[in-house]
């Protein structure tokens, strides 16, 4: 007997073949109640393409904005600005999931019905995530759905599947927030080819929607031949809807479906790509998976894209999932606007920041360690090391401020360096830095200051002890704010070598009662790992970064004195 996963994924190949989409050398099939479907290598593909989908396929605001149904009601409150691109593509989502004769139900089915990102957590998987940046996004993107949802959202689709015919139908904060899921966890930002987006006004015309009708079943009386006509081209609702516009491309977000099944790896053995004119493919206006690797594809190995070099918080929040020990991690350290309000000479400095378009928050990747005091060694050899940094002053007005000897193995970026200073700023300092700036303006202010003027008149009075100084405060309190509640990073990682990790209701009931746990033993749902996972590789690279700062501020202590010594 055919499992419910099997039957579905029957019928979504079904609609998608009678949409023009060719399997060359792979399929879809069912992985497991974790990654939910995924696609595998099915025969050996001379040109290495994989699949191909056409771009009348994808669901992009330009989809939406001539949808029979929405399209009217859309287009107006988006000429209005009332409504975004987003929006308008998770509306449909939402729509498209509780109609009851969706033109795309056999592809609606195929997505997953809960997610795992942190948006989806409960009460106690994300007070695992208390005390990370992580905990605070998710509190206020909750929040803000919920409000659009109530404002916007929840009676445009009431009305809309009343106009539908289905008054019956009712509309929760979670259909809304399930399309949200789907739409940031498998969007793609598509180069669609400039004649497909742009047509010339005399190719505008009437075409059936590529949606095949043959899943669709009729309501009252309507006529099926109406329910299938949407406007191919649409110049104005496609202006409207494009991010940038280049002279051969133009970028647009959007969902693929059949590509979107491809599952993320860190070594990706396929890439996405867009066949404008049919000259690889022989189908114009398509998007295809294609082979990356220098071999033929092992028969039934899974086809995996790469999501981009994203760390286990972005990962978390968008997708779902985490890597452990992913060399992509980064820590986001911030200075609280609030404070500044507190500190001495507040307006003063408030005002320098503003000039130097100041930076008060950065953040720190993994790989920075690698050029530091206490290297990791974390990229391979060839890797362009991303958090390279260039010093904003390299020499010194007055003689007297000296390049520290340190500079080269300094991790922290310049810019939000020179934000510390500025805040950190003593009220002898704040005279110099004024004066020394009058001076470069002249008596007539026939001058205006730059950004780099107010950021070397800065380094060049105070060095870097008293910016270092305050980094390693907030470093500090980071790890303070991590640690509490949940213990140390050790603490982490003895949670998760005792974990027992449960996927699905149906993985808790096979483990039986909660007596299986032991002192060796810890039964936890994925997301609850998912969460400690992050929260272990903000703390350890919290800890990391600290040890560069402290290190950092005592040679610069050492330094200043010493200069300060030579000076007396």
């Known amino acids: 007997m055919m499992s419910s996963e099997e039957a579905k994924l029957e019928t979504f190949l079904q609609w998608l073949q009678a949409n023009g989409f060719h399997q060359r050398g792979c399929k879809i099939k069912y992985c497991d109640s974790r990654k939910g479907f995924g696609i595998f290598s099915d025969q050996h593909v001379s040109d290495g393409v ?10 992009t605001p330009m989809r939406v904005l001539q949808d029979p149904l929405i399209g009217p009601e859309c287009r107006e409150m988006f000429e209005e600005g009332d409504v975004d691109d987003r929006f308008l593509m998770m509306l449909l ?3 498209e999931r509780l109609r009851k004769n969706s033109l795309w139900k056999p592809y609606v089915d195929m997505l997953p019905t809960t997610f795992g990102n942190s948006l989806w957590f409960s009460d106690d998987e994300l007070e695992e995530l208390r005390g990370t940046t992580l905990y605070r ?6 929040k803000s759905l919920m409000s659009l949802y109530e404002t916007k959202a929840k009676a445009l689709v009431k009305k809309l599947l009343s106009l539908d015919g289905d008054m019956e139908t009712e509309v929760c904060f979670e259909d809304f927030l399930w399309a949200n899921s789907v739409f940031w966890s498998r969007a793609l930002n598509i180069p669609f080819p400039r004649s ?9 015309h009437d075409c059936h929607v590529p949606v095949n009708r043959s899943f669709e079943t009729s309501t009252d009386g309507e006529d099926d031949d109406e329910r299938s006509q949407v406007k191919k081209s649409d110049t104005q609702a496609k202006e409207m809807t494009c991010n940038s516009i280049q002279p051969e491309t133009v970028w647009v977000e959007g969902l693929v479906p059949g590509i979107d099944f491809c599952n993320h790896d860190l070594k990706p053995i396929a890439t996405w790509e867009v066949d404008g004119t049919g000259l690889t493919t022989g189908v114009p206006s398509s998007m295809y998976l294609v082979s990356a690797a220098q071999s033929p594809l092992q028969i039934d190995r899974e086809i995996t894209i790469s999501y981009g070099n994203k760390g286990n918080e972005e990962l978390l929040y968008l997708y779902g999932f985490v890597v452990d020990d992913n060399t992509d991690d980064y820590l986001m350290v911030h200075y609280p606007s609030e404070a500044l309000n507190s500190v001495s000479f507040s307006e003063s400095k408030i005002q320098l920041l503003e000039v130097q378009n100041a930076e008060m928050r950065c953040l720190l990747p993994k790989t920075l360690l690698d050029r530091g005091f206490f290297p990791l060694h974390t990229q391979k050899n060839g890797e362009n090391n991303k958090g390279q940094v260039d010093r904003i002053c390299s020499y010194s007005w007055s003689g007297r401020r000296k390049m520290p000897s340190y500079a080269n193995k300094l991790v922290f970026p310049e810019k939000f360096l020179t934000t510390l200073r500025t805040i950190a ?3 002898d300092e704040l005279f110099k830095v004024s004066s020394m700036l009058e001076e470069l303006v002249g008596p007539e202010g026939e001058r205006q200051l730059s950004d780099t003027d107010v950021q070397s008149a800065i380094w060049e009075v105070c060095g870097d002890s008293g910016a270092l100084q305050l980094l390693v405060d907030l470093l500090r309190v980071k790890l303070t704010d991590l640690e509490e509640g949940s213990g140390t990073e050790e603490s982490d990682l003895d949670l998760l070598k005792k974990a027992l990790i449960i996927d699905s209701q149906k993985d808790k009931n096979n483990t039986g009662p909660m007596e299986n746990e032991s002192e060796e033993h810890k039964l936890m749902s994925r997301n609850k790992w998912s969460a400690i996972v992050y929260r272990r590789g903000q703390k350890q690279l919290t800890t990391l970064f600290l040890k560069e700062a402290e290190h950092a501020l005592h040679l610069s202590m050492d330094e200043e004195e010493e200069e300060f010594n030579v000076l007396s």
């Not at 996004?137 to 909750?142: F, V």
């Not at 497909?196 to 505008?204: A, G, H, I, K, T």
Request: proline share 6%; hydrophobic share 55%; charged share 20%.
């Open 196 to 204: 497909y987006v742009f047509p010339d006004m005399q190719e505008v």
């Open 137 to 142: 996004a998710t509190e206020l993107q909750k």
């Open 425 to 427: 700023m003593q009220e």
């Open 50 to 59: 994989l699949l191909v989908v056409p771009l009348d396929l994808a669901i």
């Open 93 to 95: 989502l939402t729509v």
